[in-house]
């Protein structure tokens, strides 16, 4: 708050009455909100008091663009205790929300809005209606909250628990009442009737998730009527559709797709705001080959199998329906009828996985498609469940990914040593069943003594071992050492000392210690070229005996 008031008020209070008469001058006021992050200003604004009234003609808000928004009307205190207002505030366009996510990890970004309201009654509980308008220039951020709320009072206490609580982003049903508590929280007393407009140009950022990074994006234009009452009910009609959007999907960096709103997509409501009819489709496309998709691909002649292990541009669907509080979730697979004609066992296949009996392997192809880029081709083991996505050959898939982004991790924040890490699936039979295990190996060095002597240590964890099927095979693998000193500076003789575990199929874990004279040599060159290098090299500057004979580095090269 800053800047300057001027004026005279004369007060004259009688039987327990109050009189005030005068103006009040602003000069070059400023203040600021909080929540909002945006600075208003008054520059020359005049308030005059008419007995127990306080009269505003013209008075002008400037937003820090200079913008203006304008107040009309009268505010009465002949009743000191519960004091009344008749005003009119309206604005072209004006910027209510002007904040970043360090002032408020809520809602921040720039909101601009166009005002025809009227605000009636006591202060404590006024009336407002009128028009609200979203207009264009407004990149306007919403974060969903990753705490669980409960309405403690009528008053609007909001009281936040479990802060580590971790929100499922595909579960809305928990924000239902979120959104009516936060309503009476921040309007307490506050009757709402407003007709809102979105301009199509209008952007909205929702993070759905801040601690993996999902967040969605949309411009779209909508009519909508609102209304709320002081007790807290609250009615919403009308629609909004997408012009344009996404969402994306952030797995802790592991994963990373955007899905595109398709335009036309709709939310509309008849009520309850948190019970909207949804019909919303996004899109992803993933151009990968189908070759793994079509069942018996590998008995096909060669040339249909190269056809089918061409990339095509493939599209996921994700349409959500029902209502806002109960969303109703379904995949589909689609591809452009060009590719379908051309590729009929693919349009059939296509055709089989959207047939209802056909959910689970639809999803599993969805999943595959989202986090391997790749199909998941069946096993044809009619043992193994069709909802099973933890097939060898997927979970290999993500296990390579998984190893690569680890190995960048502790090669970005662990300096001094050189760690590394692997992932693999295998099957294990144990009576009569079999199932799958996961394994981590990792293995630790340190190099000293100008990098020729070098320690490791190394070992591996069983990631996913049941014990009900293998009890009898450690979780745990014993750790394995070695020390190498390079006996030569160029490290062609090394002399190595080790303590190794290893499993052998007949003898069981096989436990080994020892010493190892290595030597090693690089060949890049054949015999016979290695032979003209060494003639080149005493006959430097005389003339060849073999014109025809070819430059040994030409050669390496080729």
């Known amino acids: 708050l800053a800047g300057g008031l001027n004026g005279r008020i004369d007060v004259e209070k009688r039987a327990g009455t109050l009189r005030a008469d005068g103006d009040l001058a602003f000069d070059r006021t400023r203040f600021g909100l909080v929540e909002t992050g945006a600075v208003y200003q008054v520059p020359d604004g005049r308030l005059h008091l008419d007995g127990r009234n306080v009269e505003l003609d013209g008075f002008r808000v400037l937003d820090s663009l200079d913008q203006a928004m304008v107040l009309d009307g009268s505010v009465s205190f002949a009743d000191l205790s519960d004091p009344t207002m008749d005003l009119r505030i309206r604005t072209d366009r004006f910027r209510a929300v002007h904040s970043t996510a360090k002032e408020n990890d809520v809602f921040y970004g720039d909101l601009f809005g166009r005002l025809d309201l009227t605000a009636k009654g006591p202060l404590a509980h006024p009336a ?81 998730d801040p601690t993996s990074g999902d967040e969605a994006t949309v411009r779209g234009s909508g009519d909508l009527a609102f209304k709320y009452d002081a007790a807290g009910n609250m009615a919403l009609n009308g629609s909004f559709e997408v012009v344009e959007g996404g969402y994306t999907l952030e797995f802790y960096g ?148 998984l190893t690569d982004q680890l190995n960048k991790l502790t090669g970005r924040y662990l300096k001094g040593v050189d760690i590394s890490v692997g992932m ?11 199932f799958q295990r996961t394994s981590l190996d990792y293995k630790v060095s340190k190099r000293l003594l100008n990098d020729r002597l070098t320690f490791e240590v190394g070992g591996a964890v069983d990631m996913d071992d049941q014990n009900d099927q293998v009890n009898n095979v450690a979780n745990t693998r014993a750790a394995e050492y070695a020390i190498l000193y390079d006996v030569t500076p160029d490290g062609r003789f090394q002399l190595r000392g080790f303590h190794e575990n290893s499993y052998d199929l007949y003898d069981g874990e096989i436990t080994r210690s020892g010493v190892a004279f290595m030597f090693t040599r690089e060949f890049r060159m054949s015999a016979r070229e290695a032979a003209h290098e060494e003639a080149r090299k005493r006959n430097e500057g005389a003339p060849r005996p073999d014109e025809d004979e070819q430059d040994p580095g030409k050669r390496e090269d080729e």
């Open 424 to 434: 693999y699936t295998y099957d294990q039979s144990s009576g009569g069943r079999t």
């Open 128 to 208: 407002l209606s009128g028009s609200v308008g979203v207009l264009p220039g407004t990149r306007f951020s919403v974060v969903l909250p990753g705490s669980e709320v409960e309405l403690v009072e009528s008053e609007g206490v909001v009281e936040f628990t479990q802060e580590l609580f971790v929100v499922d982003t595909t579960v809305t049903g928990g924000h239902a009442a979120l959104v009516r508590d936060s309503l009476m929280a921040r309007l307490p007393g506050v009757d709402l009737d407003v007709k809102v407009t979105v301009d199509p140009e209008a952007r909205f950022f929702i993070v759905l």
């Open 254 to 401: 592991l994963v990373h797709k955007r899905f595109d709103m398709v335009k036309g997509s709709s939310i509309t409501w008849s009520g309850d705001p948190v019970k909207a009819g949804l019909d919303l489709t996004a899109l992803y496309r993933s151009t990968t080959a189908p070759y793994a998709l079509v069942s018996g691909s590998e008995s096909l002649p060669e040339e249909e199998q190269n056809r089918l292990k061409k990339p095509l541009p493939f599209d996921v669907l994700i349409h959500f329906g029902g209502r806002m509080d109960d969303p109703e979730l379904t995949f589909t697979l689609d591809l452009d009828d060009q590719y379908r004609r051309r590729f009929p066992m693919v349009d059939g296949r296509l055709e089989a996985l959207d047939q209802p009996g056909n959910k689970e392997e639809l999803e599993r192809q969805v999943f595959g498609l989202l986090v391997l880029n790749s199909f998941i081709q069946d096993a044809g083991n009619e043992t193994v469940a069709a909802s099973d996505l933890a097939t060898t050959a997927a979970r290999n898939s993500m296990n390579g990914l």
